[in-house]
């Protein structure tokens, strides 16, 4: 009870004022602060408010404890100090585009965001209390307010040690570990030292910034470090920063190499003449925007990585094509030419038509590139524009509501779409832990869907499940233990507490000696799967608290190191294992790309297979270095670049001599792509290059096969074409295509009249477009396909209609409400399945679909009406995973799944063999198709596929006649055809169809 008394006595006290008890702590060598750049303010820092740790009066919390070092002595004189955990530092900040902390998301322009924290000194542990040790290491800190505080200590010779979450009345142990450091080389892309660059670390345990300038040869020496694993990031003038995000200290030396800094310089014309506009830069975790003079000047966007970004201009009335770059050079350079654009006028409504609050809408390519994302207020009106005319896909997003897309055409004016979202089903609440206080940053784990979702600051979680059930929430942190809760959706205020259940405390070590930064992951089964929250200290200890009892398979990783092997162990209730997991060091197979003269390929990208280590890149030498590989393993190269070709797959041992792969400079080909009138095709791709072209010319590298040049060439709205040409020539003329046929239709609701706005597109097609008002449409059939299924849809009514290619008949789609789908799913051992998943396929969209189970068992689900495939018995649809195929039709309809009570099974003998089905169809169907493809559009039936055993037992059959259909599911079946023969059920034996 003791904890709860100070929880609750700290409530109780008023906050009075911010008090600052001691100055900022200083860093070795510190260096004056830098000049904020500009490149630093693109994504502003999140605040970083003071919290009040004291309570301005004479009552007050204490917090006691003791500073040691390393060996468990005393540690006097030691510098405390404190800061309330609620106070957010570097270490607290999440990645507003993916969501991951930010010191561990890996798209290159986070590592110019971070750079800004040491630049503003920002976001590092300030004390806002300080006391020293006494001569046997004690410290006490008297007349507190809070519950959770961040202790951290000091001491001369000594490095820093932190405890998070410190509860009043809990005796916090410190202990100080000897001095470390981080020593390492910074180069440029060429291998060339650069001295004068700045080198900073930030430890992501104790966030307190550390800061070198690199010496003669480009060496630096990070000293004075405690605690770890250490975030490092070194930049210098001209070159874009190179970060290592898991660097253990006292280890081998890191190398840094630095990118040179990309400039994409952008020319905006209208009708062949320069034009004043705003030009947009967007790419992964990227956002700029700069303004061209109408003079003719480019405008210059400095300070970029070699990455894949979009670029688009606009000025009044116009707009211009999207167009997808590499910034593969030092200097890109690109021209836009406006044409007069739309604009799309958007409403986000919700089922009822009304507002959706504050929404978040994102304009994409049909290519998937983000062109814009925008905010808009509740109720508003949101103009999208200026755009060049063409397709477009439009996303809304909005807090309590499920994602929503549409197909947005734009054309010169304006275009009104209403974009509707549904309500989510939402399961929200708050973690706590073992003292009562909000958990932040704590993953949680929904089953039976597997999805993860994050607890914020204040511990508080939103869950989005796909329909109501019940399910599952594991909560879990390394440190401060575990939880489960189950709660039925929708659910509010669901509480998760943290308790310490059973642990383990890993030790990492390698050839003798501990290892920082180890990660860890212990599983029993597949569906819960437990990994640390935090990487091993200098002591290369790995927490894991608040383990379900249980035995798992553990496994250690670091990214300088080869994965441990699997090793299992054993945790009870209340009690902590002692684990030991080695690691061995992994060797490095390194080596130069070269062209047929023996030049360096620059920028060329290399896999090792089999895929045991990321991608790397060769730098301006051509050299690459692949690390942490297994030495007794042979590897294959594979290298990939945009002007070049592999001349053969290379193979390389690492720890053994540098390996050599050569690549041909691709030539360069040069044609104008037309369509069948005359006209140019604008807009398509040839081989993997996509091309926005006015006049419908290009000039591109691209591979040959010996003397001939094969690529296809591709269009929006035309058949593919493949050009298969002398590869000698290097102009291809021109290349014709074909407009590809097209569906027409209508769209209709039940009564006959037409729907406008309704989202058309088939079951093979990439892309979708809209009823116009009449509810008509016209959608490009897809290629390579005997037939294909259209279908519309728009809220919660939708129609389909299967098409023969090539038919000219209009199509019919007369848009029919939801079916509401109920039933109960059931065990192997015939109980009801509480919180189970039903995972199901709508064949006629190609949409999958979820079917969650409540305590009884039950489900109920509003589903399209049509073909689908539900899988039973926990299958994925794998081989041998036994499916209900179903038409779903009516208003209402009972579906139930699995062993029902009362239902018999029949067992079938045959031989397994690749690509055959097993259907048990009710009653007698006499002759099928070779393949059998109607049977998927049966009223019932049951399906295995591809079964791996030669006895097969089907359950939930209710009692009657049934046809076993046993043949090829993708092709024909040569003879006679799929065996068929007709048994009654219950049977009174095994079924042979051997």
Known sequence: MRKWVFIGLAAALVVLAAVVWGPRWGTPAARPV????????????????????????????????????????????????????????????????????????????????????????????????????????????????????????????????????????????????????ISGTVVDDSGQPRPGARVRAVSRKVPLPFEVVAGAGGAFLLTGLGEGPFYVLADAEGFQPAVAQHVEANSQPLRLKLTPSRTLEVRVTRDGAPAAATVRLRGDHLTREEHTDGQGAPVRFNGLYPDEVVVTAEAPGFGSAPQTLTLSQRVTQVTLELEAAGRLLVTVVD?????????????????????????????????????????YVLEGQAEGFTAAQLPARV???????????????????????????????????????????????????????????????????????????????????????????????????????????????????????????????????????????GTYTLVASHPEYLQSGPKAVTVQDGTTQQVAVELEPGAQLTGDVVDEDGQPVVGANLNVLPRMAAPVQTDSSGHFEFRALRPERTYTLEAHHASYEPLERVQGKPGGPPVQVKMRRRSTFRGRV????????????????????????????????????????????????????????????????????SVTGQVRDASGGAVADAVVTCDVCDGSV?????????????????????????????????????????????????????????????????????????????????????????????????????????????????????????????????????TGSLTVLLQPERGKALWIVPGEVGQVGNPPVELLRSRYAQLVYQPMSERVVVQGLTPGRYTLVWGFFHMEMPGAGPLVRTVEVPSQGEVSLK
């Open 411 to 549: 054309a010169q004016g304006e275009t009104a779409l209403e974009l509707e979202l549904a309500r989510a089903t939402l399961i929200t609440g708050q973690v706590i832990d073992e003292y009562g206080r909000p958990a932040s940053n704590v993953s949680i784990l929904v089953q039976p869907t597997g999805e993860v979702t994050n607890a914020g600051e204040d511990g508080r979680f939103v869950a989005q499940v796909p329909m109501p059930g019940l399910y599952t929430l594991h909560a879990h942190h390394s440190e401060w233990g575990g939880g489960s809760v189950q709660a039925t959706a929708p659910a509010t205020d669901v509480t998760l507490s943290l308790e310490a259940k059973a642990g383990a405390d890993v030790t990492v070590s390698s050839g003798g000696r501990r290892v920082e930064g180890a990660d860890v992951m212990m599983w029993a089964d597949p569906e819960n799967v437990f990994r640390s929250d935090r990487p091993s200290g200098p002591d290369g200890v790995v927490p894991m608290r608040g383990l379900p009892p």
């Open 34 to 181: 830098s000049p904020v750049s500009a490149s630093s303010m693109r994504q502003g820092l999140p605040a970083f408010n003071a919290v009040t740790v004291s309570s301005g009066a004479q009552e007050g919390l204490t917090l006691t404890g003791r500073v040691l070092d390393g060996g468990g002595k005393p540690v006097a004189d030691a510098e405390v100090s404190l800061a309330a955990t609620a106070e957010r530092t570097l270490a607290d900040v999440r990645c507003d585009e993916c969501g991951l902390a930010l010191l561990a998301c890996t798209a290159h322009e986070t590592a110019l965001h971070t750079r800004s924290f040491f630049e503003q000194q920002q976001g590092f542990l300030t004390p806002r209390a300080t006391v020293r040790t006494d001569a046997q290491g004690r410290f006490r800190f008297e007349r507190l307010a809070g519950v959770s505080f961040s202790v951290w200590a000091r001491a001369a010779g000594l490095g820093v040690a932190l405890k998070e979450r410190a509860a009043p009345g809990e005796a916090v142990e410190l202990y100080l570990p000897p001095l470390r450091s």
């Open 770 to 902: 809209l009823s116009g008002p009449d509810g008509n449409f016209t959608l490009v059939s897809p290629p390579f396909v005997p037939r294909f299924t259209v279908s519309a849809r728009k809220g919660k009514v939708s129609g389909t209609q299967e098409v023969q290619r090539g038919s000219t008949a209009p199509v019919q789609l007369t848009l029919k409400p939801a079916t509401h789908l109920t039933g109960r799913v059931f065990l192997s051992d015939g109980r009801p399945a509480a919180g189970s998943q039903v995972e199901g396929l709508n064949a006629d969209r190609s949409e999958s679909v979820s079917l969650i189970t409540g305590a009884d068992g039950r489900y109920s689900a509003d589903l399209s009406p049509g073909s689908y495939r539900f899988m039973v018995a926990g299958g994925r649809g794998g081989s041998g995973d036994p499916a209900v195929v179903v038409q779903v039709s009516g208003t209402d309809m009972t579906l139930d799944l699995g062993p029902v009570p009362g």
């Open 674 to 741: 037309m369509d069948d009138s005359g006209q140019p095709v604008r807009r398509f791709r040839v081989d993997e290059h996509d091309v926005n072209s006015p006049d419908g010319r290009f000039e591109l590298p691209l591979s040959s096969a010996g003397e001939r040049l094969i690529v296809a060439v591709e269009a929006p709205g035309y058949e593919p074409q493949v050009v298969d040409r002398p590869s000698k020539t290097p102009d291809m003329g021109d290349v014709v295509l074909t407009k590809a046929p």
């Open 351 to 391: 089922e009822d038509g009304q507002p959706v609050p504050n929404p978040q809408l994102l304009l994409r390519t049909v290519s998937g590139d983000l062109i814009r994302r925008d905010a808009v207020a509740t109720g508003a009106l949101a103009e999208l524009g200026p755009l060049a005319p063409g397709e």
